[in-house]
């Protein structure tokens, strides 16, 4: 079966820190990747996605992935977090019948200004 | 536009007892999918509707069951509640079923069974 790894549960970043959030997936063959933010008190939104093509992807509010195949990952970047930043990451990837997004368990990023 | 909206917030329910969540797709969209977020847990994939059919199903039993109607809004119920039930119930809607669609998410519904 398809899963997601996020292998940072909770991260504590300063204000202008650099920030990488890893993501691993299972599956081997043509995958449709997401990361998805749930912002306290707001529902879940889409922050970027990789369907095909460039592997550097580029999102909203200055966050980038990068897909790289060979190691299975699809890690969430930004330069220069903010305070208001603080928030829960997701990483999903679509299932082979493409009905469904299966999600990592999550990480929690906390910035302090 | 408007976007996706679930009904109600919370509940509360008693262990045994039959719930139905309610959710009102995105404007334009004909795809609902539903999804379980335990505490801690990322959202977990219950079933999706296409065109009031069933069109998808993860790993949960038959007591999870869902509707969707002409206009696309569409229902989870659950029957005989138990405790691991609690969680926060996502809906999610898109364009059309097909994998390249994004899945837009609702506020939730948090469940509490006790």
């Known amino acids: 079966a398809q899963s997601v790894s996020q292998h940072n549960h909770h991260v504590i970043l300063s204000e202008a820190a650099s920030l990488e959030l890893g993501c691993n997936y299972s599956?081997?063959?043509?995958?449709?990747l997401f990361w998805y933010v749930q912002y306290p008190g707001q529902h879940l939104q889409l922050l970027l996605k990789y369907f095909s093509g460039d592997p550097l992807v580029k999102g909203i509010k200055g966050f980038e992935a990068e897909f790289i195949k060979s190691k299975f990952s699809f890690n969430l970047r930004k330069p220069s977090v903010q305070w208001s930043d603080t928030a829960e990451y997701f990483c999903a990837v679509r299932n082979q019948a493409g009905t469904a997004l299966i999600f990592g368990k999550g990480t929690t990023l906390s910035v302090s200004s | 536009e408007t976007g996706v909206t679930q009904s109600p917030t919370h509940l509360i329910k008693t262990r045994g007892q039959q719930v139905t969540l309610r959710c009102s797709s995105q404007s334009g969209h004909n795809t609902v999918s539903w999804y379980q977020q335990a505490l801690g847990q990322g959202p977990q994939f219950i079933f999706q509707y296409y065109r009031e059919e069933e069109n998808g199903r993860g790993n949960f039993p038959p007591r999870f069951s869902g509707l969707q109607f002409p206009n696309y809004s569409s229902e989870l119920n659950v029957n005989a509640l138990e405790l691991d039930d609690s969680a926060l119930y996502l809906c999610a809607s898109s364009y059309d079923a097909g994998g390249t669609y994004e899945q837009y998410f609702g506020p939730g519904t948090r469940l509490t069974v006790t």
């Open positions: 599956y081997g063959g043509t995958v449709n």
